[in-house]
């Protein structure tokens, strides 16, 4: 009997029945928000790069993992998964169960090839699909040479393969698919976009020789697919590491946020005489992974707030200037007035902003979305696109249990 049968999933309509149609002001707190608006654009650009390079594509769904979640991020009507209770199977024994699910396809991934027989003796299993080799693409290479000599071990087994998928994952703090995408036309204005894109020299060199080694990749007869992190929501991380040129990805194109409510506010206890603030939203809320640009465990976005300090953040999150969690605990979190480290290196700390009250809620973009989705049960949906409803929850995506 699997674990997962002692964690059923929480009750999509009661949830929605309770909240859709209500604001973020009145959803009990804190609360891990999806701003669907902002991850269909994520979405789309990563769909458009991977088409611009004729690769594959493997999406993403760790971070926004849910039991039966609209595909609409994946570019199709679709569900992820319509099986199963509401729960995302992932070991070898369970990918038969997954495939016999509408619309699904699934494979286990491997990488030698004694598992290739452990796979063919797992029952319920027939026909397997094989993907071969998961590495960084700085070892695309290494993960070609794996390849070949994984479908020679194979032959050697009497194990007939699919085609091979080289599965090159686009790491944020590497070379990101938007940075592989070059050439297109479109005047001055789309060439200097372009050329801003591509990066400098070394940059585009680098994503050349890549690009053709995926040329070499498919010519032996194997396919090339690319996973790229968590480029559904984004998050603060993604951000400081400059996945994508500044042209292409900004503060509004993260799409997760929490929403934590103001609970004390103390005036000029902070750095400079600034003030602090208590909130609802802790390190059990927002995860205790720092983002290398600033110190701090989350950053308060302008959602709610009143002053010179309440506006939408422009340019890299070191030279960022607001309200930070930079300190927490478990429950609870301490706003302060800080900067990026880039900034306050620079220029020191400049003047607070604005000010919070107590009853207030902020909403709070984390350093790591996937740390900070997996401390909650549901997202609240919001779709900024829908004007003058920006706030109101138009659907409660469960999270899936299990790993």
């Known amino acids: 009997m699997s674990s997962l049968t002692f964690y059923p999933p929480s009750p999509k309509e009661a949830l929605a029945e309770a909240f859709v149609g209500k604001s973020l002001r009145e959803v009990p707190t804190p609360a891990a928000v999806l701003n669907v608006a902002?991850?269909?654009?994520?979405?789309?650009?990563?769909?458009?790069?991977?088409?611009?390079l004729g690769l594959g594509w493997r999406a993403h769904v760790k971070t926004h993992k849910v039991a039966a979640e609209p595909v609409e991020l994946l570019g199709e009507r679709r569900e992820v998964l319509r099986a199963g209770e509401g729960r995302v199977q992932l070991e070898l024994h369970a990918v038969a169960e997954v495939r016999a699910a509408e619309d699904v396809q699934a494979a286990p991934l491997v990488d030698a090839a004694q598992q290739l027989i452990l796979t063919l003796r797992r029952e319920r299993l027939p026909e397997p699909r094989v993907a071969a080799v998961r590495m960084l693409k700085a070892e695309v290479e290494a993960m070609l040479s794996g390849a070949e000599r994984l479908v020679a071990e194979a032959?050697?087994?009497g194990v007939k393969l699919p085609t091979l998928v080289v599965s090159a994952g686009a790491s944020p703090t590497a070379l990101a698919v938007q940075n592989?995408?070059?050439?297109?036309?479109?005047?001055?204005?789309?060439?200097?976009?372009?050329?801003?894109?591509?990066?400098?020299?070394?940059?585009?060199?680098?994503?050349?020789?890549?690009?053709?080694?995926?040329?070499?990749?498919?010519?032996?007869?194997?396919?090339?697919?690319?996973?790229?992190?968590?480029?559904?929501?984004?998050?603060?991380?993604?951000?400081a590491a400059h996945s994508a040129a500044a042209s292409r990805l900004s503060w509004r194109d993260i799409a997760l946020t929490v929403v934590a409510e103001v609970h004390g506010v103390y005036p000029g206890r902070g750095a400079n005489g600034t003030d602090e603030a208590l909130i609802?939203?802790?390190?059990?809320?927002?995860?205790?992974?720092?983002?290398?640009?600033?110190?701090?465990?989350?950053?308060?976005?302008?959602?709610?707030?009143?002053?010179a300090g309440a506006k939408m953040p422009e340019g890299d999150?070191?030279?960022?200037?607001?309200?930070?969690?930079?300190?927490?605990?478990?429950?609870?979190?301490?706003?302060?007035?800080?900067?990026?480290?880039?900034?306050?290196?620079?220029?020191?700390?400049?003047?607070?902003?604005?000010?919070?009250?107590?009853?207030?809620?902020?909403?709070?973009?984390?350093?790591?979305?996937?740390?900070?989705?997996?401390?909650?049960?549901?997202?609240?949906?919001?779709?900024?696109?829908?004007?003058?409803?920006?706030?109101?929850?138009?659907?409660?995506?469960?999270?899936?249990?299990?790993?």
């Open 38 to 52: 902002a991850a269909r654009r994520n979405c789309a650009r990563m769909l458009e790069a991977v088409g611009r």
């Open 155 to 157: 032959k050697d087994k």
């Open 180 to 239: 592989l995408v070059a050439g297109g036309g479109g005047g001055e204005a789309a060439a200097a976009e372009e050329e801003e894109e591509a990066g400098p020299p070394e940059l585009q060199q680098a994503a050349k020789e890549l690009a053709e080694l995926f040329g070499a990749v498919k010519d032996k007869g194997h396919a090339v697919e690319i996973h790229a992190g968590v480029y559904p929501t984004l998050d603060l991380q993604q951000l």
């Open 280 to 307: 609802g939203a802790g390190g059990l809320a927002l995860g205790r992974e720092f983002c290398k640009a600033y110190d701090g465990m989350a950053v308060a976005t302008p959602w709610g707030r009143r002053g």
């Open 317 to 403: 999150v070191e030279d960022f200037e607001g309200w930070t969690v930079g300190r927490f605990a478990q429950e609870h979190g301490i706003l302060t007035w800080a900067g990026g480290k880039r900034r306050t290196a620079a220029l020191g700390l400049g003047p607070q902003g604005d000010r919070l009250e107590a009853g207030q809620r902020v909403r709070l973009w984390p350093n790591h979305a996937c740390i900070t989705s997996s401390h909650f049960g549901w997202y609240f949906v919001v779709d900024e696109d829908l004007e003058g409803r920006e706030d109101e929850v138009v659907d409660v995506w469960v999270k899936a249990r299990g790993w």
